[in-house]
């Protein structure tokens, strides 16, 4: 499970695997579950609605081709977890 952060609005689901984190859109696009909540396995979180298997570094699907999810870069910065966010809309803030 990750944890959901908003950014400008937007809700970023992040994940730590072993150590590396990964941020990706926190909903689902088949039906909008929150991905934040869903399992994950080895590198792929597991949509808790209907198992869509999702990529968490490059948010592909591997359920649905064409069904991916935005990915979103990550900055650590001590013990700070951050999310880049000029490639979300929205106004200018970075939030952790």
Request: with cysteine; charged share 20%.
């Amino acid at each position: 499970m990750g944890t959901v952060v908003t950014v400008k609005g937007q809700e970023i689901a992040i994940f730590n695997l072993k150590g590396q984190f990964y941020a990706l859109d926190n909903r689902c696009p088949h039906q909008d579950y929150p991905l934040g909540m869903s399992p994950i396995f080895d590198n792929l979180v597991i949509c808790i609605g209907h198992a869509w298997r999702f990529d968490i570094k490059t948010g592909e699907c591997y359920s649905v081709p064409g069904g991916c999810v935005q990915t979103y870069e990550v900055l650590v910065e001590g013990d700070e977890v951050k999310i880049r966010d000029d490639a979300i809309p929205g106004e200018h803030t970075t939030r952790h």
